[in-house]
Every structure is written in structure tokens, then in C-alpha cells.
């Protein structure tokens, strides 16, 4: 994401969409309410020919929306604010809807900025320069391919092997496998772009060889992991267990599914670590908590500013957690509010 404009007189923030990743951020900043103005398309209306309005061509101008409803599409990668037009050469007082996409520049007018919306877009300003991280996931049978995203985990493709019986070890069966995988791979991958390979037995070791020697350029920042597990059940224990830990550091969803872990942990053995807005309030104003944890979708809907402060005031340190993954999941489990602490409170 790339910081455009902020005018702290009237509250407006302009933004450009730069990665995927803008997006989700986006979804969980805007709230019902807000103005949001962007260059749009919309058909004249103006004649009183319902045919004619309906054919009519339509015209590129910026409006401004008042929104009503935030809708984030994690299956075509798109936001979409529907609302009343409050500003615009047409159709002011009318609904219209404004949808975007990565290149999209837009303004996000507020009444009141909350502090954990303005680090959420920082953050984001940050993350942008950070690769995501591509897995293949494989055994002799299968192969599956994910990406990682700052909103979670994404399958991106499958791929099966056709071996049959004892012939699966055969050079050419081999190699036609590694070559779909390899094809699949290629463009998603960009830039200095980690490439991981995880599951049981040595099908991750051999497709490493066969890559590393027909696409140099994509295999050229590979890491290579045992799990007992393929498919996506194997990159969640990889990611779950700390395997990999050099590489998932590097990702935003690596850090907060770390720090779930590690709650998971304290709280199985009933030890530094609380969950619950009173029990995480109280932690929080006796300068107990080491780590604040907070999903995404209650600081969409609360503010939460003033624990994030208190935390913040104490050296704490502040994550907050995408919903998409199963880390998030766990942490709505628990109300969606939880802190690792310095020492036990009770």
C-alpha cells in the first residue's frame, strides 16, 4: 500500500492499492459511515427514457460514497463499498456502488481516526515490501499448491501425479509431475519470492533437484521442510509447529500464528496468559501483559484503542490477527481478545 495523501483538518487519508493484501487491510479500516471518493463508472440517468438510461454509456467521474456496506472477496480479490453518493457531477442522494481492485487509488474520509487504524495502515505500508511466501505441499500421489497472504492462507492449485502401482518410480512419470507442479508454480512467483517444500518421504528433495535445474530463477530461494502431513493439513502443521520459522518470521501471518501458539500453550498449562475483555483490561492496567492479541474483525467493529495503549505505554507488544487462518480462529474462540502475559496474574 502507498500513503498518498493525509489532510489531519478535514480526516481524510488517500491510499493506493498496491498487492492483494491492500485489500483485506482496506476492508478492516472502512466502516459503515465513513466517505469514501474514487474515480468510478456510472451511466446518465438523467433522461426520463428507462430504455435509454439502462443502454446508455457509461461515463467515467469521481464521486464520493457515504458508506453503508463493506464487502471484502477473498475469491476475486476485491472490496466493494456500497453507500449514498453525497458528492459527484450526477445522481447525488442515489446508491451506487464502488469496487476496487490492486492499481485503485480511493480516500477514506472519517469523523474520528481510531490510533489502531492509522498502525493497521502503516503496517500495511510496510508489509507491502515484504514477499509473500509460496508452499508445495507433496507426496508421490499429490501435490498442492498455497500461497500466503497477509489475510491467511490460500489454496492455490492441486496437482495429481497419475502414477500407478510400482511404476509411480519411473524417470518419465517422475519428471511429467515435477513439470506440472514447476508450471503451475512459475507465475505466481516473483521477485526474491520464497519458494517452500513440505510433506512425508523424499518427493519435496526430489522436485527441489528437477527445479533447481530447469528453473533456476524460481527455485533459486527454496526451503525444503519434513512434515508428517501433505496437502494443506501439512503447511498448517508446518506453520503451526514453528518448522520454518526462518521463513514464516518474514510474513505477517507467521508472526500472529507464532504468538496463537504460544497463548494455546499458556493457557493449556494454566500459565501466563488470560483471555476476555475484562480479565485482558485488568491485565493490561496492572502493566502484566507482554503480548496483546486482537482479532481483526473486533477491531473492526470496537475500539479497543484505549487497552492498545495501555499495553503500549508498558513496552507490550501489539498483534493483530487475520480471521482467515486457523490462528484467528482460535482466537475468536476465545472472544477474540487475549494477551501472553509477563507473569501470572492469579
Known sequence: ????????????????????????HLFNVIEVNDTITASTTRRDEKSNDKIRAERAEKKRMVLSVKAEKIEFSDS?????????????????GQYHTLIFEVGENLTITKDKWRDTQIERLRKAVFESKKPMIVFISLDQDDAVVAVLRQFGLKEAATIRSMRSGKQYQEKSETSGYHDEIISKVA???????????????????????SGKRSRPDIFSKVFVYHTGQSGMAGVNELM???MGSDVLRESRVGVEMEAVERLMEELGKEGAATYGPKHVED????????TLL????????????????????????????????????????????AAILRYRTV
Open 1 to 24: 500500500m502507498r500513503l498518498l495523501d493525509q489532510n489531519p483538518v478535514n480526516g481524510s487519508i488517500r491510499v493506493q492499492i498496491e498487492t492483494d493484501d491492500d485489500i483485506w
Open 76 to 92: 476475486d480479490l476485491r472490496l466493494r463499498v456500497l453507500g449514498t453518493i453525497t458528492e459527484g457531477p450526477q445522481d447525488v
Open 187 to 209: 507465475p505466481m512467483i516473483e521477485g526474491n519470492m520464497p519458494l517452500v517444500l513440505l510433506g512425508p518421504g523424499f518427493e519435496k528433495e526430489l522436485l527441489a533437484e
Open 240 to 242: 503451526k509447529t514453528g
Open 283 to 290: 491485565a493490561a492496567a496492572s502493566g502484566a501483559v507482554e
Open 294 to 337: 486482537i482479532l481483526d474483525s473486533r477491531i473492526r467493529e470496537q475500539d479497543h484503542d484505549a487497552v492498545v495503549r495501555e499495553v503500549e505505554s508498558q513496552k507490550g507488544n501489539v498483534i493483530i490477527v487475520s480471521g482467515k487462518h486457523d490462528a484467528g480462529r482460535q482466537l475468536e474462540a476465545l472472544g477474540g481478545i
